[in-house]
């Protein structure tokens, strides 16, 4: 049976604008996602049948590419929506868990972006977006690389910082070595952005440079002066 061939209140789509997306089951809604199924088989029967083989969601969206487009009828568009699901799921977990958590200590920050660094290779720069009240506002990826002044401009995190009506901010960024000890161009490039945070009124709280493990505040060194 195809999906044309359901009764109008059984086709995904159609139960989704009805009834709401929380009317429908995982099946229903990986379906939608599919778009279509195969050679005898629905959206529907592949969705089932992918929740099945990965005994759920949460596996079925964090498999490797390559083990999706081993099953049939998973092309790479299929692959893709799928990756592109738990990529947004991750986000959005990570998103609610620290939007609006108050920043009273360097442990706090560290907490609220372990996560954002685990299993990555090179270095990345986070910009955590503060209101009055110390609440986090956002957290933005401003680079990829090693922290240098000629990458790194202070234009680039208060623009961010100004679009997301900052007060204060915060950086962080990791050391793939697993030394946590800030470097000389780090403290370069920290203390050229406190400077510039204190002439356009959005001061430069800390910046933490952070390992799987550990964290160093620069605050904590008294490196931002």
Known sequence: MKIKDLQKEEKPREKLVDKGPEALTNTELLSIILRSGGVDCTSTDLA?????KFSGLDKLVYTDITQLMDIPNIGIAKATGILALGELAKRLTIENNIKGSVIKKPQDVFDSVKKEFSGKQEEHLYLISLDRKNKILSKDLISKGTLTETLIHPREIFKKALTKNASSIILV???????SCPSLEDVKVTKRIAKTGIEIGIPLMDHLVVTKTEFTSMKAQNLLN
């Open 48 to 52: 089932r049948n992918l929740i099945n």
């Open 173 to 179: 960024h990791n050391h793939p070595s697993e030394e």
